[in-house]
């Protein structure tokens, strides 16, 4: 399984971005999805999950009310929608997958990662 990251930059605080994640080499559909983070200095942590179906979702508190995650399955693609951005949310954000969607709320268990791409959110 290969998990690709688009949709990073550098954003003004206020501001949008909106990540997407190509998963290959298997069934889409199997896997339930995450974003993650991970700021200088810091541990990576849950931004959001979707299970297989869309049909639910977990956010982090920090990023509730201000971030979206949803998946189109014909397209082998989850999306993060992130609106009014904070400085704080400066991060390598990464894409996860596991069949299991309790493995998305525990980091060491979770067997696919992308790459990472970077989010800076300038004040």
């Known amino acids: 399984v290969q998990l690709a990251e688009s949709g990073g930059g550098l954003v003004q605080a206020g501001g949008s971005l909106r990540l997407s994640c190509v998963l290959s080499?298997?069934?889409?559909?199997?896997?339930?999805l995450g974003w993650f983070r991970q700021a200088p200095g810091k541990e990576r942590e849950e931004v959001a999950v979707?299970?297989?179906?869309?049909?639910?979702?977990d956010y982090a508190d920090s990023v509730k009310g201000r971030c979206t995650i949803s998946r189109d399955n014909a397209k082998s693609t989850v999306y993060l929608q992130m609106d009014n951005l904070e400085p704080e949310d400066t991060a390598v954000y990464y894409c996860?997958?596991?069949?299991?969607?309790?493995?998305?709320?525990?980091?060491?268990?979770?067997?696919?990662w992308g790459r990472g791409i970077l989010v800076t959110v300038s004040s």
């Open positions: 996860a997958a596991d069949r299991k969607i309790a493995a998305m709320f525990l980091i060491d268990h979770i067997d696919h």
């Open positions: 080499g298997d069934i889409f559909s199997n896997y339930a």
């Open positions: 979707v299970s297989w179906t869309d049909d639910t979702t």
